[in-house]
């Protein structure tokens, strides 16, 4: 009766876990952990479910993104751009099939092309905080839901010969990620220490960005330098990223 | 599940989102702008862009000051691209394009695109073309801009089959007066039009007419642009019996006296031959109203320059004969001839008459006054032709100016400074002609300068294509302002500004094309200090 009772109390606490990370995406990570008290208390010890995800997680692959953006046709051939990705996240909660993870997220790629005979290039790098929620059917195998607002910054050159100076511009904005995945134990047994396969797919926003460029001269002469307007570029689009993790 | 499997689902899943999503940009974007070309207008300088179908007007901004790009779109397939005689619109002519079975592009049909460089930012209006089926890919605008004439260009076209003798005339004013564009087929002897003349308006029996002159390599035809319906005139240039035909070098007008109808001439010189046509227009009963009477006059030579001037004897039809050094006088009224000496043998006149200040102001017309140039020898420099004296004493017409280099180019100066020339030789040296008290300021530069003389008249620039130094003259003072850019240049425009005053917009096109803009200060002079710096021109976008 005792072993029944405790699997029914995990089962009502599955629910309300998912339910305070949908509240966590929502408001924030400080409003959730306020909010959280009694989802909490009906929660298991992390370090004793975390027998799928692991609960310290670090990651490396890559992710390619479509940018469909008018603007980012000065910088590739085609709308994809390729950006590798790291990310460290930790189970702040867990339960036995469904888990919150919190982390930090670091991207950074850059692309290049000619624009009208002119060498072109775009680098865009992301830091963004990573709220996951996380459902494990099998030990070696769960599903995720991401949410990675994050602080997006850029830079954009385009060295045209028939001036002195290349071309360049940057920005700063703030965007946001949605995604669910999938991830695979692929080394065999139950040891602490997992090596993971992982790949999830969703849509990554960030306000468009006014493309101005000007030529990067000397300080001494930077008020000699005009500016050439692009079409504007939004760094959004579907994405997928496919990362290799070690998980503890 | 297992592990192996999952992991292959999610590498699948890894490759087939982005090669499904991929897309492809514009193929413009991989083109390179070299066979863009640069064009002055008024306002602006605009960039023929054809790998986008489009033109890109460069001006200065009223709010910010900087130079903004104006993109505005063309027809396919551009065919030609000329500037009115005004200098303020440009005309480009494009074919448009045939679809095929499948073809994702459309069907467009040719067209004309007017942009124009008068307002800020440049704006444009197409004139549709559909009654070709094929482009035709000569262009002429009249001086009036008020008629566009479409014309087979001889070996250049592209069309499977081209009538040559067919013409479009469009006409260019707007509202609903603007009548459609219309075909005419020009009656042919066998000849071609390789050339078409716009004359100056003409006072004919049948009253003020603007006529259209289609040289071809054996007659010319006179045909009224203010009514294309009548039937038009064809003047051969030899009798049907001869094998063949004379070929017309140059083609000249003559109003006459402006309160009569009946004494409109024309003037021709042809290739190889000693004699001049001349033809007046006289009164006729045919729809036209009136008919050409024809005199031809042998001058002893074959001329290299021929115009119609006014002598202390009347009307004459002025020839060069550089073979002999000498110029010859026709009457046109009674085909009578004078010789006049020449101290060189010029091969080029030009009429300076307005600008020479022989005529007090206001007074009637008098005797004109030519500048005589090209002469085959250094020592030739450029003379004036006094015609009042040439029928009296006419080897006392003639007066030299030392210039000691062969002139090869006359500029004329617009403006507050039209009372000059600018000079351009086969030496290393360009001359500043004042015509008003006959002085010649030599100015030395680099062999092979490329000389521009400011819309304003106020300077003329010289450059070196290619080359990093540029030089702007104040015509008025002769006082020189070198200005030094950083990379390669292509060309220079100068351009009015918003508020008017000028703007020099130099072009660097070595990759993509860049521009050096400068703007002037109080004095006049090119101001360093204004300098701005603009590149990546054409990437404007989206393409």
Redesign the interface.
């Known amino acids: 009766m005792k072993t029944r009772r405790t699997r029914k109390t995990r089962r009502m606490a599955q629910p309300a876990l998912l339910a305070a990370a949908l509240v966590s995406i929502v408001g924030g990570v400080a409003q959730a952990h306020d909010d959280l008290a009694p989802a909490i208390e009906q929660a298991a010890d992390p370090a004793a479910t975390a027998r799928g995800p692991g609960r310290w997680r670090v990651s490396v692959g890559g992710r390619?993104s479509?940018y469909?953006s008018?603007?980012y046709?000065?910088f590739?051939?085609?709308?994809?751009f390729g950006q590798f990705s790291a990310t460290a996240t930790a189970t702040v909660l867990a339960g036995a099939r469904l888990s919150t993870a919190v982390g930090a997220l670091w991207e950074d790629g850059a692309s290049s092309?000619?624009?009208?005979?002119?060498e072109?290039s775009l680098s865009l790098g992301r830091l963004g905080v990573v709220l996951e929620e996380r459902f494990a059917p099998r030990p070696?195998?769960y599903a995720f839901v991401r949410v990675a607002p994050a602080w997006l910054r850029g830079k954009a050159s385009?060295d045209?010969?028939?001036?002195?100076?290349?071309?360049e511009t940057t920005f700063s904005t703030l965007g946001v990620d949605g995604s669910v995945g999938?991830a695979?134990?692929?080394n065999?047994g139950r040891g602490k220490v997992g090596v993971w396969?992982?790949?999830d797919?969703g849509y990554g926003w960030a306000r468009a960005q006014p493309m101005a460029?000007s030529?990067a001269?000397p300080s001494a002469d930077r008020d000699?330098?005009?500016?050439?307007?692009?079409?504007a570029l939004a760094p959004s689009g579907?994405f997928?990223r496919?990362s290799l993790a070690l998980s503890y | 599940?297992r592990?192996r499997r999952?992991?292959l689902?999610?590498?699948s899943?890894?490759l087939a989102?982005?090669v499904a999503?991929?897309?492809?940009?514009?193929a413009?974007?991989?083109?390179?702008?070299?066979g863009s070309k640069a064009y002055g207008l008024t306002g602006a300088v605009v960039l023929a862009d054809p790998a986008a179908n489009r033109v890109v007007a460069l001006a200065l901004d009223p709010k910010t000051g900087?130079?903004a790009?104006t993109s505005l779109a063309t027809g396919h397939d551009v065919v030609t691209t000329t500037v009115g005689p005004s200098g303020g619109k440009l005309y480009v002519l494009s074919g448009g394009h045939q679809a095929s079975l499948g073809d994702a592009q459309p069907d467009e049909a040719p067209r004309l695109t007017i942009v124009d460089g008068t307002t800020n930012p440049a704006t444009k209006r197409d004139i549709d073309l559909s009654l070709l089926s094929d482009p035709l890919d000569g262009l002429a605008i009249d001086p009036t801009e008020h008629w566009a004439v479409l014309y087979a260009m001889q070996g250049a076209s592209a069309a499977f089959v081209t009538n040559p003798n067919a013409l479009v005339i469009v006409d260019l004013s707007t509202g609903a007066a603007a009548k459609p564009p219309q075909e005419v087929v020009l009656h042919s002897f066998g000849g071609h039009p390789e050339s078409l003349i716009f004359p100056p308006l003409l006072g004919l029996p049948s009253g003020p007419t603007h006529l259209l002159v289609a040289q071809s390599d054996q007659d010319f035809t006179l045909l009224s642009l203010d009514d294309p319906t009548k039937p038009e005139i064809t003047v051969r240039l030899a009798d049907a019996t001869a094998v063949t035909s004379p070929h017309p070098t140059q083609v000249v007008f003559d109003d006459g006296d402006p309160t009569q109808t009946d004494d409109a001439r024309i003037g021709v010189s042809f290739e190889g031959l000693t004699t001049v046509m001349t033809l007046q227009l006289e009164p006729a009963t045919d729809p036209n109203g009136y008919a050409p009477t024809i005199n031809v006059t042998d001058v002893g030579g074959v001329p290299s320059a021929i115009a119609f001037v006014r002598t202390d004897g009347g009307l004459r039809l002025a020839t060069l004969q550089p073979a002999r050094a000498s110029a010859v006088l026709v009457d046109p009224v009674t085909t009578l001839t004078s010789t006049v000496t020449l101290p060189a043998a010029y091969q080029s006149l030009s009429l300076v008459t307005s600008s020479a200040g022989t005529a007090p102001a206001g007074a009637a017309a008098g005797p004109d006054v030519a500048l005589l140039w090209n002469a085959n020898t250094t020592l030739g420099g450029v003379a004036f032709w006094e015609l009042g004296e040439a029928a009296g004493q006419p080897f006392r017409s003639i007066e030299t100016v030392g210039i000691d280099a062969v002139v090869d180019g006359v500029r004329d100066v617009p403006g507050m400074n039209s009372t000059l020339k600018v000079l351009s030789t086969q030496s290393s040296e360009f001359f500043v002609l004042d015509l008003s008290n006959r002085t010649a300021t030599p100015l030395l530069s680099s062999l092979g300068v490329t000389l521009s003389v400011s819309p304003s008249g106020a300077r003329v620039w010289a450059y070196e294509p290619g080359g990093l130094d540029l030089a702007a003259t104040d015509l008025a003072t002769g006082r020189v302002h070198t200005l030094r850019v950083?990379?390669p240049l292509s060309s220079l425009f100068e351009i009015a500004g918003p508020d008017g005053a000028p703007t020099l917009v130099v072009l660097?096109?070595?990759?993509?094309?860049?521009?050096?803009?400068f703007g002037f200060d109080k004095l006049g002079d090119p101001d360093e200090a204004s300098?701005?710096?603009?590149?990546?021109?054409?990437?404007?976008?989206?393409?």
């Open positions: 390619s479509l469909r008018a603007g046709d000065a590739s051939s085609d709308d994809a092309s000619t624009a009208r005979g002119a072109s070696w195998a385009i045209d010969t028939a001036i002195a100076a290349p071309l999938v695979g134990r692929v065999p396969i992982m790949g797919g460029l030529p001269l000699k330098a005009g500016v050439t307007t692009l079409a579907v997928l496919f | 599940m592990p999952f992991t689902l999610v590498t899943l890894a989102l982005p999503g991929c897309g492809d940009r514009s413009t974007w991989s083109s390179a702008p070299d900087a130079l790009e950083d990379t660097q096109g070595q990759g993509g094309v860049g521009a050096t803009v300098r701005r710096i603009y590149g990546a021109i054409l990437t404007e976008g989206p393409l």
